[in-house]
Nanobody, 119 residues
Framework: QVQLVESGGGLVQAGGSLRLSCAAS????????MGWYRQAPGKQRELVAR???????NYADSLKGRFTISRDNAKNTVYLQMNSLKPEDTAVYYC?????????????WGQGTQVTVSS
């Protein structure tokens, strides 16, 4: 089991920055990947960025260059640095963790944190 707690959301003006944090209840070095998704009103949840325990990362193409995912294994925390924010980045941002057990992959989700970008 993995519990995930996000923080760092809020209201920011367009062009500003926010850093989201996701604290895991266990060592993230044993978690195969951790990432961020977002869901805007009326839209499907979409991948923002993912970080694998081998150090590799992947991003949504539209967000490359503005968003950066990173991890601190000592703090069991993953971060999402968001720069040059736009009103269309407004969404609930969810932390996600994927763990491979003997019978397959299990995904865990945080409760979400609201990010609102005003124009």
């Amino acid at each position: 089991q993995v519990q995930l707690v996000e923080s760092g959301g809020g209201l920011v003006q367009a062009g500003g920055s926010l850093r989201l944090s996701c604290a895991a209840s266990r060592s993230i070095s044993s978690i195969n990947y951790m990432g961020w998704y977002r869901q805007a009103p009326g839209k499907q949840r979409e991948l923002v960025a993912r970080n694998y325990n081998d150090g590799s990362t992947n991003y949504a193409d539209s967000l490359k260059g503005r968003f950066t995912i990173s991890r601190d294994n000592a703090k069991n925390t993953v971060y999402l640095q968001m720069n040059s924010l736009k009103p269309e980045d407004t969404a609930v941002y969810y932390c996600n963790a994927g763990v491979y057990y003997g019978m397959g992959l299990t995904n865990y989700w945080g409760q979400g944190t609201q990010v609102t970008v005003s124009s």
